[in-house]
């Protein structure tokens, strides 16, 4: 909840990332209160005010996830809306034609996307969504030291550089610094 909250503040994309990582913790936990309570709540040193809210936040999510039906695979809805509102960003940027720089580095990562979405196989996830699973997946790779290829650590590169820019323009427009 802590660390969700800042990541929110500061960058989109590594929110996602991070409450990815936590649905997946939950479902490795098999939505057991006690589980969570020992391998996430316990983990802050925290006082326990804060650890009521920690617990709560956790069993919140736990719960949501029960409700919409995502206990073996899948994201809360609040998160699918995320992507989605990133994904409507990032078309405005790319109809304005004004931002170039947003502009290459999109289609730098472009070709990756495509053989990223195969690989995914979900033929409804969105160019945002797809990047935002590969860069979580790629994660996946390296916390379970799994080897990658030098293609893939660049592809995953040239993914997360156009998704960072999006981020930074999402803040951007969320701030009312850029309009839209």
Known sequence: MIIAREKKKTNIVEYLVYMFQIENSIR???????????????????TEEVKVEIRNWY????????????????HLQFLRNILNDLYGVHIMLLK???DNSYENTY???????????????NPVAHDVETGVEGIYGYLLLQINNKETTVETRAAI???TEWLYLLATRYRQ????EREI
């Open 28 to 46: 490795a936990l098999n939505f057991d209160e006690r589980q969570i309570e020992e391998q996430l709540v316990n983990k802050y040193e925290q």
């Open 59 to 74: 069993l919140d999510l736990s719960r949501m996830m029960i409700e919409e039906k995502i206990k073996e695979k899948g």
């Open 96 to 98: 304005g034609g004004e």
């Open 107 to 121: 289609y730098q990562a472009r070709p990756d996307l495509e053989l990223l979405h195969k690989k995914i196989g």
């Open 157 to 159: 590169t040239r993914i």
């Open 173 to 176: 427009f969320e701030a009312g």
